[in-house]
């Protein structure tokens, strides 16, 4: 994706930040259903274990891993939403590493126990979704959820 189209998509994302989670039905099912493909999906991953969420929106799963005991560090495009997911993170008490990062930079320097990367178009968000994926990889010291 060229940088005029990653340029739309954070103007896109930023200017539905405030209301994001609105959009599900019921957010509360939507989270606690990623933090069920997190502990069991796959090799089980106990509360404890470190967690990269990709595409971290306005903070809705990232809350639900932090207060389900997951290390959480949480990535997203749009700064307009990670502004939103730290401002969540912070009325609800809880602590997570909250990021600015394409997905076509991602480059971390550590390993998480697991990588959630549960977004609607994740590969069309990618330049090169074959190279995204092997960051993710790389990131990954045990479980991958794409």
């Not at 990535?75 to 990062?101: K, Q």
């Amino acid at each position: 994706m060229a940088d005029s189209g990653k340029e739309a998509l954070r103007r896109k994302y930023d200017a539905m930040a405030a209301r994001y989670s609105n959009r599900y039905a019921n957010p509360g099912a939507v989270a606690r259903r990623q933090v069920e493909l997190v502990r069991r999906w796959g090799t089980p991953a106990p509360p404890g274990s470190s967690v990269l969420e990709v595409g971290c929106a306005d903070g809705l799963v990232t809350e639900a891993l932090a207060r389900a005991g997951y290390r959480v560090t949480a990535v997203d495009l749009s700064p307009a939403m990670v502004v939103a997911a730290r401002r969540r993170l912070t009325e609800a008490g809880l602590d997570a590493e909250i990021l600015e990062f394409d997905v076509d930079g991602l480059s971390l320097g550590r390993r998480f126990d697991v990588v959630l990367a549960v977004m609607w178009n994740f590969f069309h968000y990618a330049t090169d979704p074959e190279a995204a994926l092997a960051r993710l990889v790389a990131h990954t010291a045990g479980k991958l959820v794409v």
